[in-house]
């Protein structure tokens, strides 16, 4: 009897993954379109796609060539693109919920482009149509979009991010971050910029290149409408102080020729008080030949001065 029964219920699970393989290739272009629009919807934006795959009986969604440009949860200029997402859904928790649960979301070679001018917010009247109106691909904005998305884990594999800073320099400066390997955790993503966006984080890299310092951090993050709060452990190794010349020179001129610092910084902020505590190393100190004034100001000090030392 009880082999007969394994042999019953071995045959039911058998059909039931087939009945939900077939399902999955002869719904692929169903399911993509869906997942297009609802995504559309979260991000506002139009999104580009290489490739993609489901599988109904994991739960998996696979993506590849990912790209969209200024989403709308980002209220700055910003791009990115990934080779690859794998999205492991948590199927119950999704539909117990009536939100997305995601077990993991896997990315490899994320590169993500962000600059520090606002954009301009888009015309409230603006009304939301098919992905296909009068021949030109437009948004599909689903009914009862949910609040929020929440991922237990996410990974990032040879990833890149490129920061473009308009505001706190005499002029722009570019600073990336490259090989960033490591994880985000118990995320809470809202879809609209009143939500609230929280998670733990845990990555590590390198600045600009493979000759430019090391960078860790550790710790967790919410930010509610204005209000932010963290809690976070930043390390840097052997990173190239001259590249940060725009932030700390009052100058017409250069003063370090070549400069390193190793810096320690446990940071945190509380309904936006930030209390921080840093401990910095700069060493490899080579100087240009100068000859600053009075009025040249180096950190903040007078030039001078500050030669004076580093001598």
Known sequence: ???????????????????????????????????????????????????????????IV????????????????????????????????????????????????????????????????????????????????????????????LSLENSEFIFEDHLNAPSPITMGFVDVNGELGDITLPLSDKG??????????????????????????????DELDFDLDIDLDGISLTRFSPYYEQTPFVILKEAKVDLRSEASCEKNHLNAVQNARIYDIKLNEMKPTDQDRLFGLPAKTVIEFFK
Do not use: C, W
């Open 1 to 59: 009897m009880l082999k007969k029964l394994f042999i019953f219920i071995l045959i039911v699970a058998l059909v039931v993954s087939a009945a939900l393989a077939a399902a999955s290739r002869f719904l692929k272009p169903f399911l993509k379109e869906k997942f297009l629009a609802a995504a559309e919807a979260g991000l506002g934006r139009e999104i580009g796609l290489s490739g993609f795959d489901v599988s109904l009986l994991k739960g």
């Open 62 to 153: 696979l993506l590849k060539g990912f790209e969209v440009n200024n989403p709308a949860p980002i209220r700055y200029y910003s791009s990115a693109a990934a080779g690859e997402i794998t999205l492991d859904i948590d199927l119950p928790a999704t539909i117990f919920l009536r939100k997305p649960v995601f077990e993991e979301i896997s990315v490899k070679d994320l590169a993500l482009r962000l600059k520090n001018i606002k954009r301009p917010l888009p015309p409230a009247e603006t009304t939301p149509l098919s992905r296909e109106a009068s021949g030109t691909k437009a948004l599909l904005i689903p009914q009862g979009l949910p609040k929020d998305v929440y991922i237990k884990r």
């Open 196 to 225: 609230l966006f929280k998670g733990t984080v845990s990555l590590a890299g390198r600045l600009n290149s493979a000759h430019e310092g090391e960078f860790k951090i550790d710790g967790s993050f919410a930010k509610s409408g």
